[in-house]
Protein backbone atom coordinates (compact mmCIF):
# COMPACT_ATOMS: atom_id res chain seq x y z
CA UNK A 1 0.00 0.00 0.00
CA UNK A 2 0.94 3.46 -1.26
CA UNK A 3 1.85 6.06 2.20
CA UNK A 4 -0.79 8.34 0.74
CA UNK A 5 -3.40 5.14 1.31
CA UNK A 6 -1.93 4.51 4.49
CA UNK A 7 -2.53 8.29 5.34
CA UNK A 8 -6.13 8.28 3.90
CA UNK A 9 -6.94 5.14 5.83
CA UNK A 10 -5.31 6.42 9.14
CA UNK A 11 -7.94 9.70 7.96
CA UNK A 12 -10.70 7.23 7.99
CA UNK A 13 -9.60 5.16 10.95
CA UNK A 14 -9.87 8.77 13.27
CA UNK A 15 -13.28 9.84 11.85
CA UNK A 16 -14.46 6.33 12.48
CA UNK A 17 -13.56 5.99 15.64
CA UNK A 18 -14.74 9.79 17.10
CA UNK A 19 -17.87 9.19 15.11
CA UNK A 20 -17.94 12.25 13.49
CA UNK A 21 -17.97 11.75 9.30
CA UNK A 22 -17.18 15.43 8.60
CA UNK A 23 -14.68 17.54 6.09
CA UNK A 24 -12.84 18.83 9.04
CA UNK A 25 -12.92 15.60 11.16
CA UNK A 26 -11.44 13.65 8.28
CA UNK A 27 -8.79 16.88 7.58
CA UNK A 28 -7.78 16.62 11.36
CA UNK A 29 -7.38 12.85 10.54
CA UNK A 30 -5.28 13.48 7.79
CA UNK A 31 -3.03 15.66 9.55
CA UNK A 32 -2.19 13.21 12.38
CA UNK A 33 -1.90 10.07 9.96
CA UNK A 34 0.91 12.29 8.83
CA UNK A 35 2.39 13.47 11.66
CA UNK A 36 2.33 9.30 12.53
CA UNK A 37 3.37 8.17 9.45
CA UNK A 38 6.21 11.14 9.63
CA UNK A 39 7.49 9.77 12.85
CA UNK A 40 7.55 5.63 11.19
CA UNK A 41 9.11 7.17 7.69
CA UNK A 42 12.13 5.22 8.12
CA UNK A 43 10.41 2.21 9.53
CA UNK A 44 8.13 2.47 6.15
CA UNK A 45 10.83 3.74 3.77
CA UNK A 46 8.55 6.52 3.19
CA UNK A 47 10.75 9.70 2.33
CA UNK A 48 9.58 10.36 -0.94
CA UNK A 49 6.14 11.03 -0.37
CA UNK A 50 7.33 13.68 2.46
CA UNK A 51 9.64 15.18 0.08
CA UNK A 52 7.30 15.42 -2.34
CA UNK A 53 5.01 17.49 0.24
CA UNK A 54 7.31 20.31 -0.06
CA UNK A 55 7.42 20.71 -3.81
CA UNK A 56 3.09 20.11 -3.80
CA UNK A 57 2.94 23.26 -1.46
CA UNK A 58 5.62 25.48 -3.33
CA UNK A 59 3.66 24.75 -6.20
CA UNK A 60 -0.19 25.85 -4.25
CA UNK A 61 1.27 29.24 -3.09
CA UNK A 62 3.26 30.41 -6.00
CA UNK A 63 -0.61 29.57 -7.51
CA UNK A 64 -2.61 31.63 -4.69
CA UNK A 65 0.14 34.20 -5.26
CA UNK A 66 -0.50 34.23 -9.04
CA UNK A 67 -3.75 33.58 -8.46
CA UNK A 68 -3.86 37.00 -6.17
CA UNK A 69 -1.74 39.32 -8.13
CA UNK A 70 -3.77 37.96 -11.92
CA UNK A 71 -6.65 39.10 -10.07
CA UNK A 72 -5.87 42.66 -8.61
CA UNK A 73 -4.39 43.09 -12.22
CA UNK A 74 -8.02 42.14 -13.80
CA UNK A 75 -9.77 44.18 -11.72
CA UNK A 76 -7.69 47.42 -12.47
CA UNK A 77 -7.85 47.34 -15.80
CA UNK A 78 -11.48 46.17 -15.51
CA UNK A 79 -12.41 50.03 -14.35
CA UNK A 80 -9.92 51.86 -16.66
CA UNK A 81 -10.73 52.35 -20.67
CA UNK A 82 -10.62 48.97 -22.51
CA UNK A 83 -8.13 50.07 -25.32
CA UNK A 84 -4.99 48.78 -22.55
CA UNK A 85 -5.73 45.34 -23.50
CA UNK A 86 -4.15 44.05 -25.79
CA UNK A 87 -4.94 40.03 -26.18
CA UNK A 88 -3.54 37.63 -28.26
CA UNK A 89 -2.44 34.46 -28.54
CA UNK A 90 0.90 33.05 -27.56
CA UNK A 91 2.67 29.72 -28.26
CA UNK A 92 5.12 28.32 -24.98
CA UNK A 93 7.60 26.29 -25.62
CA UNK A 94 7.61 23.15 -23.19
CA UNK A 95 9.99 20.81 -21.70
CA UNK A 96 8.78 17.15 -22.86
CA UNK A 97 5.61 16.83 -20.87
CA UNK A 98 3.77 13.76 -19.36
CA UNK A 99 -0.51 13.93 -19.74
CA UNK A 100 -0.75 14.56 -16.40
CA UNK A 101 1.76 17.32 -15.99
CA UNK A 102 0.62 18.68 -19.34
CA UNK A 103 -2.78 19.01 -17.64
CA UNK A 104 -1.91 20.50 -14.61
CA UNK A 105 -0.05 22.86 -16.14
CA UNK A 106 -3.05 24.18 -18.65
CA UNK A 107 -5.34 23.89 -16.27
CA UNK A 108 -3.47 26.36 -13.54
CA UNK A 109 -2.91 28.89 -16.33
CA UNK A 110 -6.60 28.51 -17.17
CA UNK A 111 -7.60 28.86 -13.60
CA UNK A 112 -5.43 32.49 -13.08
CA UNK A 113 -6.89 35.51 -14.77
CA UNK A 114 -6.16 36.65 -17.95
CA UNK A 115 -4.53 33.60 -18.98
CA UNK A 116 -6.29 30.56 -20.80
CA UNK A 117 -5.24 27.50 -22.23
CA UNK A 118 -6.24 26.76 -25.56
CA UNK A 119 -4.36 24.15 -27.64
CA UNK A 120 -1.27 21.63 -27.13
CA UNK A 121 0.67 20.37 -30.59
CA UNK A 122 0.34 16.69 -30.95
CA UNK A 123 3.88 16.59 -29.56
CA UNK A 124 2.99 18.05 -26.21
CA UNK A 125 6.23 20.41 -26.59
CA UNK A 126 3.73 23.94 -27.35
CA UNK A 127 1.51 24.83 -25.42
CA UNK A 128 -1.03 27.51 -26.75
CA UNK A 129 -2.41 30.35 -24.13
CA UNK A 130 -4.69 33.30 -24.91
CA UNK A 131 -3.15 36.29 -22.52
CA UNK A 132 -4.98 39.75 -21.82
CA UNK A 133 -1.71 41.65 -22.23
CA UNK A 134 0.44 40.75 -25.18
CA UNK A 135 2.96 43.60 -24.67
CA UNK A 136 5.90 41.39 -24.43
CA UNK A 137 5.67 37.78 -25.68
CA UNK A 138 9.36 36.64 -24.56
CA UNK A 139 8.51 38.18 -20.92
CA UNK A 140 5.28 36.03 -20.82
CA UNK A 141 6.63 32.93 -22.18
CA UNK A 142 9.54 33.03 -19.59
CA UNK A 143 6.78 33.70 -16.82
CA UNK A 144 5.16 30.16 -17.66
CA UNK A 145 8.65 28.23 -18.79
CA UNK A 146 9.90 29.77 -15.37
CA UNK A 147 6.96 29.67 -12.70
CA UNK A 148 4.04 27.26 -13.47
CA UNK A 149 6.05 25.00 -15.77
CA UNK A 150 9.12 24.73 -13.50
CA UNK A 151 6.91 24.54 -10.15
CA UNK A 152 4.45 21.95 -11.89
CA UNK A 153 7.70 19.87 -12.85
CA UNK A 154 9.08 19.59 -9.61
CA UNK A 155 6.21 19.00 -8.03
CA UNK A 156 4.94 16.12 -10.06
CA UNK A 157 8.57 14.13 -11.36
CA UNK A 158 10.18 11.66 -8.93
CA UNK A 159 13.58 13.09 -9.90
CA UNK A 160 13.78 16.06 -8.20
CA UNK A 161 12.24 14.21 -5.20
CA UNK A 162 15.83 13.12 -4.21
Partial sequence: MTILVWNFVLALVWAATTEEFSARNFAVGMLLGFALLFLTRRVLDSSDYFRNLREVVDLAWYFIKELVLSNF????????????????VIAVPLEEMSDVELTVLSNLLTLTPGTLSLDSSKDKRTLYVHVMWFDDPEQIRREIKEGFEKAVIKALRSEYRA
Fill in 73 to 88: RMAYYTVMPLNRMRPG
